[in-house]
């Protein structure tokens, strides 16, 4: 925050005074992120006072990172003797350029975030995956105070209209904070899928309070999978508590009573350790949680810290997909990454393939 607020007040060009009134508000605004998580409670605040705070607070952090990414630049410029000294000190022409850059930037990132992307794939096996043929999967969706009751209610038009067998989601429904999904009786939306809606649990889950997050879930008619198996219209579901629980079940556990004839389907919302699905004989494994950085360059760091941070990986007979998440943490704003929601076909099981052929030659 310094390095850029320092550039900030050498590229002004106007009277000191001035300049202290804009560094002291752009460092007040930053500094506004950590005051909605260590100083206020915004849940004591009016509705829209809340949802302000917030906004500001958390997308000053993407433009104070985007700042210091421009003044980088832009040094590194100087030193090549690319742009002149005069540039960053005391230049109209340097602030209008770095403000017209952020300016760009951001509206380019709020309709990368709005545009929602429908990702479809196909799932292989050679097990029975009884009735269910499409499946919408999704997770990160992160209601609360930066996403309200209209836009869900979108998401969940979007959703019904793939009119799937299942949904499943990968953890992170809730962002943090109760209240926003109470007073707009988000739950009542929840309910409007017209699937069964199988979940696991997140880290934000945690953040919120694990039984406030269960009693939600309940009144929202999402079945909430915690170290639980189930069989749903001939496939198995399994929900994996978030490794936030040190002492969650291992997948060993997990499977021990399954019929693992049935197709398998794991959601664990942090996706570390792959390897022990296709271990266990998972045949797909969902997760989310990474949100792929949401911004350019953290997808780079997230390319090293996970196996896969993104997208489709096949280990062995085991699918997975990490999704980037439907939603997004703090600011709406997307670089380099996209929303999405996922609508996977599963084939027609070796059983229902041996009845066709049976009835095509009693039809010859």
Partial sequence: ??????????????????????????????????????????????????????????????????????????????????????????????????????????????????????????????????????????????????IDRKELSSWVDKINDENADLILIGGDIIDGRMRPLIEENMAEEFRRFNAPVYACIGNHEYYTGKKAAEKFYREANINLLIDQTVTVKGINIIGRDDRTNEKRCSLKDLTGHLDMRKFTILLDHQPYHLEQAEEAGIDFQLSGHTHYGQMWPINWIEDVIYEKAHGALTKGNTQYYISSGIGIWGAKFRLGTQSEYVVAQLPITIKQNTAKNKRDRNAN
């Fill in 1 to 146: 925050m310094v390095y850029s607020l320092w550039h900030v007040w050498h590229i002004l060009p106007i009277p000191n005074i001035y300049k202290y009134i804009v560094v002291g508000i752009l460092a007040t605004v930053v500094c506004w992120f950590f005051g909605n998580f260590a100083i206020f409670n915004i849940d004591h605040w009016p509705m829209p006072l809340a949802r302000a705070s917030y906004q500001i607070g958390n997308s000053a952090i993407f433009i104070l990172m985007y700042t210091v990414l421009i003044f980088i630049a832009l040094d590194l410029a100087r030193l090549a003797h690319i742009l002149p000294r005069s540039f960053l000190v005391d230049s109209w022409k340097g602030t209008l350029s770095v403000a017209a850059v952020l300016m760009a930037i951001f509206i380019y990132g709020y309709f990368q975030y709005r545009n929602k992307v429908r990702v479809p794939i196909k799932l292989q096996t050679n097990k029975t995956t009884g009735s269910v043929k499409k499946i919408v999967m999704l997770s990160d969706l992160h209601v609360g105070y930066h």
